[in-house]
């Protein structure tokens, strides 16, 4: 995060005494990044962090990844998924790579344990439904269109009061906001279409003083590892720091517009290694008497292109439906489809809402999307 927060009670010096109302220290931890060197909060727990009371697992997270057959553009009605349920094992894991891996979810019950990615950063992109996302550095209510910019590291839980349709996009790399959005010392810059003020740092809560037994699901190296904590993980009575999550709504993001087509780019929201998060929102169309409002085709020789629907027309597709997720890889040319590119003559604005990932190498489909796959996708611009 580009920006220092300052949440509940700290003491006025880092690591000097800081005592409880009866007298004991709380105990402090640094949750940073990159070794020290990198951007970090200090988090001062009533309990100690490290008390675990039992190990189990560990329980293997797979991927597996369809046999590769020949090049061709994809598509995916991930609406038509039928798992549903808890909020992070109801997750179905689509395409990935080393990077990034995209999935799905669709929560209906509200957690009653604990969960923590422990490698990677998260977005959860809520496509549908309305909760809380409860963590030790406190809670943001969520509703369609955020961005949930989860930290590796996180202890969270998803309380749910709609039934929550999210759009996973894991990372192996911290998700960062693009550095040509800000200034030298992280604050967003003028042409940036959106700034600190457009970002939900989390809401104190007040520490959560119990003593018990609480599960706390670690997914690591491949698996997901119970930490059984001897108290609430919500404990903590104050932090600081430029680590924490924080939630950002697409219709908060303003949209960069010409008067000929502009490229993707336009539209970044994200960056992680290796790949980027862009966002396609309702805007006026280019604006050139002669302009024609639709992509050009286009060859993403570098990249793999991931688009899922969210809502409107879909101005250059046909057959895709809400929830849809296409796959255009790096090595054939895409484009609008037949018959799109004369429809877009004239239209002066479109209320498209989209999100997309382009990564910088080659993504695998995992099995659970050829349950949903449209066979006929690769023949749609004939
Ligand atoms: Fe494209």
């Not at 105990?27 to 189990?56: M, N």
């Not at 293997?60 to 991930?78: C, D, I, K, M, S």
């Not at 269109?145 to 929550?164: E, F, H, R, S, W």
């Not at 890889?329 to 498209?352: D, F, N």
Request: hydrophobic share 35%; proline share 9%.
């Amino acid at each position: 995060m580009p920006f220092y927060v300052v949440r509940g009670e700290i003491p006025h010096k880092r690591h000097t005494q800081f005592r409880r109302p009866d007298g004991q220290l709380y105990k402090e931890e640094v949750f940073g990044t990159k070794g020290f060197s990198g951007i970090q909060s200090i988090l001062y727990h009533t309990y100690p962090p490290t008390a675990v009371r039992r190990v189990e697992g560990p329980v293997p997270v797979a991927y597996v990844p369809e046999e590769a057959g020949p090049l061709r553009h994809r598509h995916f009605w991930t609406k038509r998924l039928a798992t549903e349920g808890h909020p992070i094992a109801a997750r179905q894991y689509l395409l990935g790579n080393d990077d990034v891996l995209l999935g799905t979810c669709v929560a209906t019950q509200s957690m009653d344990d604990f969960y923590k990615n422990g490698e990677c950063d998260e977005i959860l992109f809520i496509h549908e439904g309305t909760g809380t996302l409860e963590s030790m550095f406190g809670y943001i209510e969520f509703r369609p269109g955020d961005y949930l910019v989860i930290p590796a590291g996180t202890i969270y839980k998803l309380v749910i009061d709609k039934p929550v349709r999210y759009l996973l996009i894991e990372s192996a790399s911290h998700i960062e906001v693009p550095r040509r959005y800000r200034n030298e010392f992280g604050q967003f810059l003028e042409h940036a279409p959106f700034c600190e003020r457009d970002l939900r740092p989390p809401v104190y809560a007040a520490p959560v003083a119990n003593e018990g037994e609480f599960p706390v699901r670690v997914k690591a190296r491949g698996a997901i590892t119970t930490l059984v904590l001897a108290h609430h993980p919500f404990d903590v009575v104050g932090w600081d720091g430029y680590v924490y999550p924080y939630a950002f709504n697409i219709e908060d993001f303003e949209p960069i517009t010409g008067r000929i087509h502009l490229p993707p780019p336009v539209h970044q929201t994200f960056a992680g290694q290796n790949f980027v998060v862009c966002s396609f929102v309702p805007r006026l169309f280019d604006y050139h008497p002669e302009a024609i409002p639709v992509p050009y085709n286009h060859s993403n020789v570098d990249s793999d292109e991931v688009l899922y629907y969210v809502r409107g027309n879909f101005m250059s597709r046909r057959g895709v439906e809400v929830g849809s997720m296409t796959l255009h890889p790096s090595g054939i040319p895409h484009g609008p489809h037949p018959g799109t590119v004369e429809a877009s003559l004239g239209k002066e604005r479109t209320e498209e809402l989209a999100v997309m990932v382009d990564t910088f190498r080659p993504l695998k489909v995992l099995k659970p999307a050829l349950a949903v796959e449209d066979p006929n996708y690769m023949y749609s611009w004939l």
